[in-house]
């Protein structure tokens, strides 16, 4: 198949050069949207156009002239910094296709013109809008960070933002396997009862991956309040595809039900792990929720399969992660997802596909 015509309108020069690495036919230009909307205005606009936001307060009147003016078969492709849900999710609604969030990466690039592809041969329907989906990951602190840590990684490597939250204030132990010292503590946080500081609350970890959690060397004795629990996730809904949350009480768990889309039960394959999962499976009542056996110490066989479906009423586990002899290392320095095996991680990218929302098949594909 030949080549489509592709043109770029890009900002940034690092922006420029994946883009000629991935596309060396690719036509590209310095500027942003407003320029790819003042040439398209001029002459005909290309099948594929990939057009730069920054530098723009509020993109999406160019974006909307841009459309005014290009062929009706032109498939538009947006990249930009800011990386939030809530702007996706407008120009989705305004016609763009994909929106790649900066930095690019061949990858990622690579994914979204092989999207486009599909699209102008085979008349697939744009990738519907992407919501935030939170995650309840519990179980009895039996490998609960770790599962967290690895489905965070897997899911930036998806192109997802992610929140992560440990809601155990006094113990928790996710900004230790992130490697990352939060700038504002949990307490800090639930202080607040709008959406105004969202950002401040918000400890990056890598471009994609944000952490709220207390601060380890943070001691307090006082007592949490978490009413503001609710407030906080609708916040985080619009700067995140994924809000994984740790840490977490039965009582929090009860709060947040209605915000949460699916529980992750993690647990060890022993008697009392399989016990502690199973009860928490009565407790959720069937809410959505998803068994994962994580062996995180190299124990004997200390359950059998019969008996862990039996526990379960029959259900299978829906992940498996063996034992990994490195990964203790790996999570002293914040890199649990290097550890991993490659027919593993493969595992962990297939369950999150379902749960991450549209589009991620498609992307991995």
Known sequence: MAARSLAAFLNDPESRRVVRRAQSHARIERGNVREAERQCRRTPSPEVLLVDLDGEQNPMPHVAGLLEVCRPETVILATGSENNVSLANELYRGGVFLYLPKPLDINGLSRGIEETDALLAEGSERPRIQGSRLFSVVGDGMGTTTVT???????????????????????????????????????????????????????PVTPRIHLVAQPVDQVTRDEKRYDALPTMVESFAAQAHVILVCGISLELVTMLQPYTTNHLIVFEPTPSGVSIAARWLRLLQNAPSALIVNQTRPLPDLISREQMADAFGGREPDLALPYIRPMARAMALGEPESALPRRTGDAVKRFLMPLVGAGAAAEEA
């Not at 155990?168 to 949990?186: I, K, V």
């Not at 607040?192 to 609350?201: A, G, I, N, P, Y």
């Open 149 to 203: 840590v690895l489905l965070a990684r897997q899911a930036e490597e998806m192109g997802r933002y992610v929140v992560c939250m440990d809601l155990d204030a006094e113990f928790g132990s996710l900004a230790l396997a992130m490697d990352t010292q939060p700038n504002r503590g949990l307490s800090q946080a639930l202080q607040r009862t709008d959406d105004s500081s969202v950002d401040h609350l918000l400890t």
